[in-house]
């Protein structure tokens, strides 16, 4: 069974939001002034910053992210295909990171400790 809600991750969110930002009014309200900032438009706008979001979401594996910005690509007018190809960049990275990591830093670390 899926006990999955996509409201219910969003409002778990907002009212612990919320309850951070009343014991840590300074940190909690600057964080909503700095993402708000980041997510203005600017040289990209508001529709192509949700996909990157959703898509490092993905990558992070941040279930309450990727609910919030499911929401904000919906919001922002995206559609599936254009979801479908970001987030496949996600899983790109995703795996070529792990490439990378393994064939550069993780093998040179190997080697050296094997010395």
């Known amino acids: 069974m899926n ?14 939001m919320g309850q951070f930002t009343e ?4 940190i909690g309200s600057g964080f909503h002034s700095f993402t708000e900032s980041c997510f203005a ?10 996909l990157i979001a959703l898509a490092l979401s993905v990558y992070a594996d941040d279930k309450t992210c990727m609910t919030f910005h499911a929401k904000g690509c919906v919001d ?5 295909q ?12 995703g795996s070529g990171a ?3 990591r393994t064939v550069t ?11």
């Open 3 to 16: 006990d999955y809600s996509a409201d219910s991750v969003l409002k778990g969110y907002k009212e612990g």
């Open 23 to 26: 014991h840590l009014p300074d």
């Open 41 to 50: 438009d600017g040289a990209l706008d508001g529709k192509q910053k949700q």
């Open 76 to 80: 922002a007018g995206c559609t599936e």
């Open 82 to 93: 254009e979801v479908l190809e970001a987030c496949s960049i996600a899983a790109a990275l």
């Open 98 to 100: 792990v490439m990378s």
């Open 105 to 115: 830093c993780l093998s040179g670390m190997f080697q050296q400790f094997q010395k």
